[in-house]
């Protein structure tokens, strides 16, 4: 085997397709949120206006959470020391996980180094241990769960996204006596759309399947607490076990689960991804404590949040850009080819300081190929005519479709 050969034949054919990755190379700037210096290779770094981060609030600049995380540092140092079982587990941990909790309204939870961790330990660890287990998965379910569910060796059974039909044909069709999970999750990052979590519940319990939600894309932006839609939808305890991220919205990094006491004790004791792992630095966890309790106790930035979200949708609908349909702060403009999206990032970049980067497959569908714009409570409506007028300008020039995804 020729290896080199292999891995630039293998890059060459992703740069032909037009889906070869290019990373925008950032440096943030405390309080410019959400600007950013851009650098690129041979030219002077320049401000861009950054409009496709999960950094769904500007929490990881919010002056309580910086101060929050350099105190612990000045405190504590750099590292945790350890995993959680040998010479890991601080403090802040604990009183991380007890928030959490009490944000979900669950006995316990437990902190896991990134949502991907999370996701990945969970669903392995439970298709592992519990015998015959069979795990069911929403269609368009994140990477992440879907390596948790190979991983664990389970017999994986994919539903129709969102379709509760289809989920509830394949739950009749099994042995009532085997152990079920149902997993999906409540908004879809690439197409901005919610799940019914409470009928979906209703109907995995009528099985006697567990049911297993990620909520990262909306915890700290719904419910009156930013629990999440679970929250926003009165349907907190139908969730037998809840998944998040510190990293989105609460703006820091990690992952976690929440859920009663024996099932996260469970994966403390079992979950490979967790116990092998060194636990997150002490300050990391300083600062999402401080996140999640600011996001938590200010109701008024979920409010901002989502009449960002509709003013966006608005405007790009009123000059006939193809805004396809999302019912949450997504905003996802639709280009149908993945050279093409590469282009319009590219001259939204070069041409007018706006940064979204494009999203091809694999992580939407061929042919769906879009702008997955995520705007935030610090975009101002300055900011917002810009990006319209510069999306105009670019549609223009690539002679792009219009309404084609508005239905
Ligand atoms: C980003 C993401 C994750 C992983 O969370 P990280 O904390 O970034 O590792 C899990 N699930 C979904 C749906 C995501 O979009």
């Not at 992703?14 to 949120?33: C, H, Q, S, T």
């Not at 991983?151 to 006596?177: M, T």
Request: aromatic share 6%; hydrophobic share 40%.
């Amino acid at each position: 085997m020729n290896y080199e050969a292999f891995f630039t034949g293998h890059l060459d054919r992703l740069r032909d397709e037009g889906r070869y990755r290019v990373f925008a190379e950032l440096e943030r700037i405390v309080g410019a949120f959400p600007r950013a210096r851009y650098h690129s290779a041979g030219a002077a770094p320049r401000d861009v206006t950054v409009w496709c981060s999960n950094d769904y609030l500007g929490m990881s600049q919010h002056p309580t959470v910086v101060k929050a995380m350099q105190d612990a540092i000045g405190a504590q140092g750099s590292g945790a020391g350890g995993t959680r079982n040998i010479a890991g587990t601080n403090t802040l941990h604990v009183a991380l996980e007890d928030e959490l909790a009490h944000l979900h309204e669950k006995e316990a939870a437990l902190v896991f180094t990134s949502g991907y961790v999370a996701n990945e330990t969970t669903l392995a660890t439970l298709g592992a241990m519990m015998p015959n287990c069979e795990l069911y998965s929403d269609s368009f379910n994140h990477a992440s769960m879907i390596a948790g569910i190979r991983h664990s060796g389970a017999v994986r059974k994919i539903f129709r996204h969102n379709d509760l039909a289809h989920l509830e044909q394949l739950l009749a069709a099994a042995d009532p006596a085997t152990p079920k999970v149902v997993a999906f999750e409540s908004v879809y990052s690439m197409d901005g759309d919610i799940s019914p979590i409470g009928e979906m519940c209703d109907l995995a319990h009528r099985y006697g399947a567990l049911t297993y939600l990620d909520e990262v894309h909306a915890v700290g932006m719904y419910g009156e607490r930013g629990a999440g839609v679970a929250e926003r939808d009165g349907a907190l305890a139908k969730v037998d076990i809840v998944q998040g991220t510190l990293a989105k919205a609460f703006g820091v990094v990690g992952g976690y689960i929440a859920s009663t006491a024996a099932t996260v004790d469970f994966i403390r004791s079992c979950g490979n991804g967790f116990i092998f792992s060194t636990s997150m630095p002490p300050a990391i966890a300083a600062a999402a404590l401080a996140s999640v309790r600011h996001v938590s106790a200010h109701p008024e930035l979920r409010v901002r949040h989502q009449e960002r979200a509709a003013a966006l949708k608005s405007r790009l609908t009123s000059v006939g850009l193809p805004v396809m349909p999302s019912v949450s702060h997504i905003v996802p403009v639709s280009v149908g080819d993945a050279a093409l999206c590469k282009q319009a990032s590219d001259l939204l970049l070069d041409r007018h300081d706006i940064y979204v980067q494009p999203i091809n497959y694999p992580t939407v569908p061929r042919g769906t190929e879009r702008l997955r714009i995520t705007p935030t409570p610090l975009h101002s409506d300055d900011d917002m005519t810009r990006l319209v007028s510069a999306l105009q300008s670019v549609w223009q020039d690539l002679g792009l479709g219009k309404q084609a995804a508005a239905e």
